[in-house]
Structures are given as structure tokens and as C-alpha cells.
């Protein structure tokens, strides 16, 4: 069996690490299956990454450069990364925004059936079985898939990143395809991308996340404690609703899946759609006035108290310790 695995890079040129979780997701595939896997890049200045995806093991690299892969329009990669993934078995991609945007589209192109978020693979009677969330998370199910090529695309939070090795894969440059109808009328216009200096959320070991409690006062509060454990800022959704952080901070069923080392939840209850995006952290910590807040059911270490009082507290104690 064939493996393709579809880079993630930003601005066209620089490796994101969501992609070392679609490398070991496909790595653990083909040897159930007995096989080889290959990473295709496709950036507006996508050598470097290519160099440094040649470390993972892979039979080939395959590049694309063209100044259109810049941005990642679905539309605009689908027509290439379909072309080359008609060659193989299994198409893989991280389940961030980028993969799924485009994954769907790309196994429409190969009328290939489609396994999205997907937080294992295994094998049985010489089938993958891939196994996917249900009901948010709350279950987990195990699907075959019965078409010639597979898409899979793989969640983030449970696999662990795939690590560089010693091997040094060869790099082939592959055409641009022609775009496609859908891709002509599809035009980047801008970014709006919220500039930090803090660990991008997804990838961060620690985060400290805030809800609805915070009122006016979410970075007054949190970014103290965010600072001084060099931690990513999250949310929750009642806190990005009403309007005291940014949307891109929302943990959750709708918004982002992450699994650090270390979660503080501040202020937040614990609702089921919540706990879909960060029940997977390794050590969960919840501040929360009331004794009954089901955050803690899934907390390692609770603190019944007033998080006004605690956080600054803590961050005291952090800061003379
Ligand atoms: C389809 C759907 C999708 C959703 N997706 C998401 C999602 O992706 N992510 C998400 O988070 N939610 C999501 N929600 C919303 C979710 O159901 C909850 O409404 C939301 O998570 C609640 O946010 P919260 O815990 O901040 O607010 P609340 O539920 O209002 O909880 C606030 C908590 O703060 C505590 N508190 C108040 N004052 C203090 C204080 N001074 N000190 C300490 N503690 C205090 C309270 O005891 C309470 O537990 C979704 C809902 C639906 C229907």
C-alpha cells in the first residue's frame, strides 16, 4: 500500500508541526498494511520544509512550488494533490482547518471514501479500521472504508508527533495541475490573523483558558498567569461570544481540539462541548467558585475559590517561587 501524506506549511514556505501528527498517523498505517509513505509540500517557497520533512522517514518528498500555494485555498491545492495522490491507497492530512477544508474536496476528485478526525488506525482481515469521535467525542467509533483510495484525516490531539530519524529521503519536484473551474473563481483577499508572541494554541504544552467569569477582565487576570508558565491563551465559547477574547482562542466541539501537558480552566463550567476540545490534556487544573461545577469530575487538581482572588494569588506564588 501507497501512503501520501499533504503538508501543512504557513505562508507558503514554514513546516507546521500540525503535520507530524498526519506523519506518524500514516507511518503506523502503512506498516499495518505493509508499505511505504511519501509527504508531498506544495508552497509558494516550499524547499525548506521539503528539507526538513526529508528527516521523517519517508520513500519520497514530493514538491510543489508555485506562487498560487502561497495561501492555503482548498480549491487552489486540491487539483494538484488529487492528481498526485491518484497514484496511491491512502491520503492522510492533519484534521486542522487546513485539512479539513481540503481533504473532502480532494476525495470527491478521486471518488475516494473519506475518514475525517480520525484519533487511531489499526487493522483487521487485512482492512485499516480507523477510528473516529462520535457525539463530540463523548464515543468513539471504528469504520472501514471500501474504495480504492482512502482519505483519512487525523486528529491533532490524539497522536503523538511524528520525530525526525536518521534517514535522508529523496526530493522530487511534481508539477502544478492545471486549476481547476472552482479554483478560477476563488481569490485569497487577506488574513486577519491575530499576532502573538504566545505558543500557537493548538501546539502549546501549556494553556490557560477562561470562560464566561472573566467578564472585562480576561487578560487582566490570565495573562499574568499565561506569562508566567509560557502558556497559550483559550477559552471558552461563552467567553469568545460574548466578546472577551477572540474567536481563535475557542476550545472545543467548535472550536479547537488541543491535548498540552498542562490545562488550566478558569472560570468555565465544564460543558460537554468544552470538554470535547481538551479532555485529552495530560493534567487538567480548575479554579471555579462552585463545588459542583462539573469541570471538576475531570480535573487532576480542583481549587474551590474565587478566581479574582486565586489567580493573582498564584501567579504571586509562581513569581516568588
Ligand atoms: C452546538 C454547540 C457547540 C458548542 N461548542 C462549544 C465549544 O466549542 N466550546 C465551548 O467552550 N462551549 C461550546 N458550547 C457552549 C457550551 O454549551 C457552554 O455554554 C459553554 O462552554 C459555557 O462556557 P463557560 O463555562 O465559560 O460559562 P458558564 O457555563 O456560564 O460557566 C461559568 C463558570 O464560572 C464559574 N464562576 C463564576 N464566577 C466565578 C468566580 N468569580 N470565580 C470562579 N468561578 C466563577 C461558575 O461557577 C461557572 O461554573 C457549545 C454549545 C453548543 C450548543
Do not use: W
Not at 41 to 50: C, D, F, K, M
Not at 138 to 147: E, I, K, M, P
Not at 149 to 157: D, K, L, P, W, Y
Not at 209 to 218: I, N, Y
Request: aromatic share 6%; hydrophobic share 45%; with cysteine.
Amino acid at each position: 500500500m501507497k501512503t501520501l501524506i499533504i503538508a501543512e506549511l504557513s505562508a507558503g514556505k514554514e513546516l507546521r508541526n500540525s503535520t507530524l501528527a498526519a506523519i506518524s498517523f500514516a507511518a503506523t498505517a502503512a506498516q499495518l498494511a505493509g508499505g511505504s509513505y511519501d509527504i508531498l509540500v506544495l508552497g509558494s517557497e516550499p524547499q525548506q520544509a521539503a528539507e526538513t520533512l526529508a528527516k521523517f522517514g519517508a520513500h519520497e518528498v514530493l514538491v510543489s512550488a508555485d506562487p498560487s500555494f502561497e495561501h492555503p485555498l482548498a480549491e487552489v491545492f486540491a487539483p494538484t494533490v488529487s492528481e498526485v495522490g491518484k497514484e496511491y491507497q491512502l491520503l492522510v492530512a492533519t484534521a486542522s482547518s487546513f485539512g479539513k477544508d481540503l481533504m473532502p474536496r480532494v476525495a470527491a476528485r478521486l471518488d475516494a471514501a473519506y475518514a475525517g478526525d480520525c484519533a487511531a488506525v489499526t487493522s483487521a482481515s487485512d482492512q485499516l479500521v480507523y477510528k473516529r469521535p462520535m457525539f463530540a467525542g463523548n464515543a468513539f467509533g471504528d469504520c472501514t472504508l471500501s474504495t480504492p483510495i482512502q482519505v483519512a484525516t487525523v486528529r491533532q490531539s490524539e497522536v503523538e508527533a511524528a520525530k525526525e530519524t536518521d534517514s535522508q529521503s529523496p526530493i522530487r519536484q511534481v508539477a502544478k495541475s492545471p486549476d481547476s473551474p472552482a479554483a478560477q473563481r476563488v481569490e485569497f483577499v487577506a488574513l486577519d490573523a491575530v499576532k502573538s508572541e504566545r505558543p500557537e494554541l493548538t501546539d502549546a504544552r501549556v494553556i490557560v483558558s477562561g470562560g464566561r467569569a472573566l467578564k472585562d477582565k480576561f487578560f487582566d487576570v490570565l495573562e499574568p498567569l499565561a506569562d508566567q508558565l509560557g502558556a497559550a491563551l483559550g477559552a471558552s465559547r461563552a467567553a469568545v461570544d460574548a466578546g472577551y477574547c477572540p474567536g481563535d482562542f475557542q476550545v472545543g466541539q467548535t472550536g479547537k481540539i488541543v491535548a498540552p501537558e498542562l490545562y488550566f480552566a478558569v472560570g468555565i463550567s465544564g460543558a460537554i462541548q468544552h470538554i470535547a476540545g481538551m479532555k485529552g490534556s495530560k493534567v487538567i487544573v480548575a479554579i471555579n467558585k462552585d463545588p459542583d461545577a462539573p469541570i471538576f469530575q475531570l480535573s487532576d487538581y480542583g481549587l474551590v475559590a474565587d478566581l479574582f482572588d486565586a489567580v493573582p494569588e498564584l501567579v504571586s506564588a509562581l513569581k516568588a517561587g
